[in-house]
């Protein structure tokens, strides 16, 4: 980090220490999502989670600059989503404090090999501590292997370090350890789900699931490998995609996510009989049996039909039934929506900077990955008491390339409307009504471009 200038940090909490990380590797800040421990998991990783769809191991921060452990359930903690090689993990971190500028005569850059701290800023009161997250997860990946010496006859050779690996998701089904390529997996779920039957489907078919408005067809990978299928608290659903095609395979637990040294791979020959297995790992004093895109191509050829018409279902319901897709926020116990298009993400209630010399709709600016987001008040707008509270957030709009932000009280969905659900409205700052649940529900939807116009 230090060939180049560090321009942006977001400052953290850890403990009583303050840290700043280059805003250009942060994709976004959140909350704490559910965790999914793993046992025999590396020092410094908490576990799996799901993080805008995708699967990632959660880094706590804290663990890797020999600190207490973040705790997950404070209402301060954060988890920074993280970007280009870092983004399939996440990163920790007890409390999120101010995205700032760097002023260079303020910064002091240390040269310290495998040291995470590569810099100490001076913000106003506070000494930050600038890491390099290539350094931190290097604590993690940083694996001493002391060269030894192997005799054969009398000729002597050493063993060199691999660094070549592939990564894997290992996961249990009976007493037996299996593992996926990461690369296959695009999300874990509980199986919490109703299965709706196929009938004339094979004994390993649970059923079509929906999962976010899609079907999706499970299989039972336990009984299609000729296991017992039991239920218990740890039962996981995966996630797999490949060729643009999805299957959910049910399995007994999730165990680890490791990174396996390809000469610790072993691929059966071209002539072995079973498709179900594409090969063993070497993990230590055990096997572990693992598939790839053959045996998917596999699932998904036996399964084609009912694949097939889950998706075909999907888009029929998505062409014919929902003309509009929509968010609903709550302001004062009522309900309002922004259209989906306008809405580029929804973020957890920050503290905005006042401007001098605005108007009474603008609360003020905040800063979000570097980029200024000016937050206006529906409030104002709306000419109703301010209130703010735990579950408060912000929705950032999009109106001819420029964002803005709006506080809310709180976001109550994500729906799909149809068309008969919609009566048309002239108010000045309203484009339609929404008739939800028979008519019982009124939800008025408001046009961005007339809220921002009104009162100019």
Same mark, same amino acid.
């Given at each position: 980090?230090?060939?180049?200038?560090?321009? @942006?940090?977001?400052?953290?909490?850890?403990?009583?220490?303050?840290?700043?990380?280059?805003?250009?590797?942060?994709?976004?800040i959140?909350?704490?999502?559910?965790?999914?421990?793993l046992?025999?998991r590396?020092?410094?990783?908490?576990?799996?989670?799901?993080?805008?769809?995708g699967?990632?191991?959660?880094?706590?921060m804290?663990?890797?600059?020999?600190?207490?452990?973040?705790?997950?359930?404070?209402?301060?903690?954060?988890?920074?989503?993280?970007n280009?090689?870092?983004?399939?993990?996440?990163?920790?971190?007890s409390?999120?404090?101010n +995205?700032?500028?760097?002023?260079?005569?303020?910064?002091?850059?240390?040269?310290?090999?495998?040291?995470?701290?590569?810099? *100490?800023?001076?913000?106003?009161?506070?000494?930050?501590?600038?890491?390099?997250?290539?350094e931190?997860?290097?604590?993690?990946?940083r694996? @001493?292997?002391?060269?030894?010496?192997?005799?054969?006859?009398?000729?002597?050779?050493?063993?060199?370090?691999?660094?070549?690996?592939?990564?894997?998701?290992v996961?249990?089904?009976?007493?037996?350890?299996?593992?996926?390529?990461?690369?296959?997996?695009?999300?874990?779920?509980?199986?919490?789900? @109703?299965?709706?039957?196929?009938?004339?489907?094979?004994?390993?078919?649970?059923?079509?699931?929906?999962?976010?408005?899609?079907?999706?067809?499970?299989?039972?990978?336990?009984?299609?490998?000729?296991?017992?299928?039991?239920?218990?608290?740890?039962?996981?659903?995966?996630?797999? /995609?490949?060729?643009?095609?999805k299957?959910?395979?049910?399995?007994?637990?999730?165990?680890?996510?490791?990174?396996?040294?390809?000469?610790?791979?072993?691929?059966?020959?071209?002539?072995?009989?079973?498709?179900?297995?594409?090969?063993?790992?070497?993990?230590?004093? /055990?096997?572990?049996?693992?598939?790839?895109?053959?045996?998917?191509?596999?699932?998904?050829?036996?399964n084609? +039909?009912?694949i097939?018409?889950?998706?075909?279902?999907?888009?029929?319901?998505?062409?014919?039934?929902?003309?509009?897709?929509?968010?609903?926020?709550k302001? /004062?116990?009522?309900?309002?929506?922004?259209?989906?298009?306008?809405?580029?993400?929804?973020?957890?209630?920050?503290?905005?900077?006042?401007?001098?010399? +605005?108007?009474?709709?603008?609360?003020? *600016?905040?800063?979000?990955?570097?980029?200024?987001?000016?937050?206006?008040?529906?409030?104002?707008?709306?000419?109703?008491?301010?209130?703010?509270?735990?579950?408060?957030?912000?929705?950032?709009?999009?109106?001819?390339?420029?964002?803005?932000?709006?506080i809310?009280?709180?976001?109550?969905?994500?729906?799909?409307?149809?068309?008969?659900?919609?009566?048309?409205?002239?108010?000045?700052?309203?484009?339609?009504?929404?008739?939800?649940?028979?008519?019982?529900?009124?939800?008025?939807?408001?046009?961005?471009?007339?809220l921002?116009?009104?009162?100019?």
């Open positions: 980090m230090q060939s180049q200038q560090i321009e @942006e940090i977001l400052i953290v909490k850890n403990a009583h220490e303050n840290y700043g990380i280059s805003t250009e590797d942060i994709n976004q959140a909350r704490v999502p559910a965790l999914m421990p046992p025999l590396p020092a410094g990783v908490r576990g799996l989670c799901s993080v805008s769809g699967v990632v191991s959660l880094v706590d804290n663990l890797l600059l020999d600190m207490p452990e973040v705790d997950i359930k404070a209402d301060a903690s954060r988890l920074l989503s993280l280009a090689e870092y983004a399939t993990n996440a990163l920790l971190v409390a999120v404090y +995205t700032v500028v760097i002023k260079q005569k303020d910064i002091e850059y240390i040269d310290r090999k495998n040291d995470p701290v590569v810099a *100490i800023y001076k913000y106003e009161d506070l000494l930050v501590q600038i890491v390099s997250l290539e931190l997860f290097n604590i993690i990946n694996v @001493e292997i002391e060269p030894r010496e192997i005799k054969n006859g009398t000729v002597k050779y050493e063993v060199e370090k691999e660094e070549n690996s592939s990564r894997f998701l996961f249990s089904m009976s007493s037996e350890k299996y593992a996926l390529e990461i690369d296959y997996l695009q999300e874990i779920i509980l199986p919490e789900c @109703e299965f709706t039957n196929i009938v004339g489907t094979s004994k390993e078919v649970l059923g079509l699931i929906t999962l976010r408005e899609e079907l999706l067809l499970v299989i039972d990978l336990r009984i299609y490998y000729g296991f017992e299928a039991k239920k218990t608290d740890d039962n996981r659903i995966l996630i797999v /995609s490949f060729n643009g095609k299957v959910g395979l049910y399995i007994d637990s999730i165990i680890d996510i490791k990174n396996v040294l390809l000469k610790d791979i072993e691929r059966m020959s071209d002539n072995f009989e079973s498709t179900k297995i594409a090969g063993v790992i070497h993990d230590e004093k /055990s096997l572990i049996s693992f598939f790839d895109e053959d045996l998917l191509n596999v699932i998904f050829k036996e084609e +039909t009912y097939d018409s889950s998706n075909e279902t999907a888009e029929i319901l998505t062409d014919n039934e929902s003309v509009m897709e929509v968010i609903v926020f302001l /004062s116990s009522k309900e309002y929506a922004f259209e989906v298009d306008n809405v580029d993400e929804i973020i957890d209630m920050v503290d905005s900077t006042a401007l001098a010399f +605005t108007e009474d709709s603008v609360d003020g *600016i905040i800063n979000i990955r570097g980029q200024v987001v000016t937050i206006v008040s529906l409030f104002e707008k709306l000419n109703i008491q301010r209130v703010v509270n735990e579950d408060s957030k912000i929705i950032i709009c999009n109106i001819n390339e420029i964002r803005l932000g709006f809310v009280d709180s976001v109550s969905d994500i729906l799909e409307i149809k068309e008969e659900e919609i009566r048309e409205n002239s108010d000045e700052l309203f484009d339609s009504v929404l008739h939800l649940d028979n008519g019982k529900r009124l939800v008025l939807t408001m046009d961005v471009d007339k921002i116009k009104h009162g100019e």
